[in-house]
């Protein structure tokens, strides 16, 4: 048993905290969440436009200060099927099975933002958003293989917490009264702590857990055009590069007392946006495409064990998405707003286990959100929002040491991981203009 689960689960706790910070947040803010994230062609608030679109901050004249606060809840499963094996190491015929919920609870989740007011053709933004932050607490189990303790041959209690906070400037330049164009440095701070850590090499004490968190800086840019018809219709584009991160350091502490260290290189993926919106009586509609380009992204790309046993990256597919959101204002002074979010899943079958449990690939969302106006310069906005894997991602446990009989990732017979979840959350946020 232990030689069939040694292997198994040491990729958990960075997949999980990769998974929960779900890489590419699907808005920003309780208003930009409501419509589903689609904010770069229909810029509806500050957040939404500077996390899409720069060049569509143009529409907002005055002074805004926006602050939202989410909380976050999910609850995610891990189930795992492996073969029994005798003492000879030859398979008996029969397996075991479980699955192991997550315990973690609540995660916060803030956005700030704040516009310039203009009576030019220049204008300026800021923005501070934690775009990804959230984690894996597995406790121990004895029913399932995974999770069981480490004298059964399993790994026992797996944690996991990343984060990633995003800062940007933003400035945005108005062509003429229909289009605008926009550019956008960003600097990110990224944090991580795993247990056990499956980028380093494992010993005869088997793989490591990260003694304290992991920091790393990077940095990256967005670029946008935005065009609006002043007679409702409106268009937008916009380019995300790649967040080039610095590596993860890691002090690694094994079960046996030794140390060691490690580095592992993760950057944010490259996005693609386009949108259109619509904005006639007392409806707006927005619509957004985005392609995220996990497979040029170092730490996605890469796929396969390294030649001691270590992980060498996910190999992560291309990621579609597609945001819809519509906002009624016939009710005065109360806004009513219902989006929703597709993404597709960027990971393989066959590739399933190198993300056990990528739980937070959403594949529907479902918000609904409304504010309230209280003067000319206060507003208030919330939004509930519900998400759903869909069905399970699933896969065959992959172990290095089956490698030369199963190639190329050594893949066990009969046996599975698979894992999926749902997502709850709600988020309140406050606007001020002057």
């Not at 040491?10 to 803010?29: D, E, N, P, T, Y």
């Not at 904010?39 to 509806?44: I, V």
């Not at 933003?170 to 944090?191: C, D, H, M």
Request: proline letters at 6%.
């Amino acid at each position: 048993m232990k030689n069939v689960v040694t292997f198994l689960f040491f990729l958990c706790a960075i997949s999980w905290g990769f998974a929960q910070a779900g890489h590419i947040m699907q808005g920003v803010g309780s208003v930009n969440m409501s419509m589903g994230g689609a904010a770069t062609g229909q810029p509806l608030d500050i957040s939404g436009a500077l996390q899409w679109n720069p060049a569509a901050i143009t529409v907002f004249d005055q002074n805004q200060i926006r602050l939202d606060v989410g909380l976050f809840f999910s609850s995610p499963e891990l189930s795992s099927t492996v073969p029994e094996f005798d003492s000879s190491g030859q398979p008996t015929g029969n397996f075991i099975s479980g699955t192991t919920e997550d315990d973690r609870g609540m995660s916060p989740l803030p956005a700030l933002a704040y516009k310039v007011g203009s009576t030019s053709r220049h204008h300026f933004g800021f923005s501070a958003f934690g775009i990804s932050g959230f984690g894996v607490t597995f406790p121990e189990s004895t029913t399932n293989p995974i999770n069981m303790p480490q004298q059964m041959g399993g790994f026992g209690r797996v944690e996991s917490n990343y984060s990633l906070f995003q800062v940007g400037a933003a400035y945005a330049y108005e062509l003429s009264e229909k289009f605008s164009i926009g550019v956008q440095p960003t600097f990110n701070f990224a944090s991580l702590d795993l247990m056990p850590n499956p980028t380093a090499n494992p010993t005869q004490a088997g793989y490591p857990s990260t003694e304290d968190a992991s920091a790393a800086f990077g940095f990256g840019a967005q670029f946008g055009v935005f065009y609006d018809s002043g007679a409702g219709f409106k268009a937008g584009a916009s380019y995300k590069t790649a967040q080039i991160f610095g590596d993860f350091e890691f002090d690694n502490v094994y079960l046996d007392g030794s140390t060691g260290t490690n580095k592992f290189n993760l950057n944010y993926p490259s996005i693609l946006s386009f949108g259109v919106g619509s904005s006639t009586g007392a409806f707006d509609l927005a619509l957004d495409y985005r392609l995220v380009n996990y497979e040029n992204t170092d730490g996605f790309e890469a796929v396969g064990w390294t030649q001691t046993a270590s992980v060498a990256g996910f190999g992560w597919k291309n990621m579609n998405i597609i945001s819809a959101g519509v906002q009624y204002s016939g009710i005065d002074r109360l806004p009513l707003r219902l989006g929703y979010t597709y993404s597709s899943n960027p990971i393989d079958d066959q590739l399933a286990f190198y993300s056990v449990p990528a739980t937070a690939i959403i594949k529907n969302a479902f918000q609904f959100g409304l504010g309230y106006e209280i003067n000319d310069r206060f507003q208030i906005d919330g939004v509930f929002h519900f998400g759903s894997s869909g069905d399970a991602t699933s896969g065959p446990v992959l172990n290095p040491q089956f490698a030369q009989n199963f190639p190329p990732y050594g893949a066990i017979p009969g046996s599975e991981v698979s894992y999926d979840m749902t997502t709850f959350m709600f988020m309140f946020g406050a606007q001020y203009s002057w």
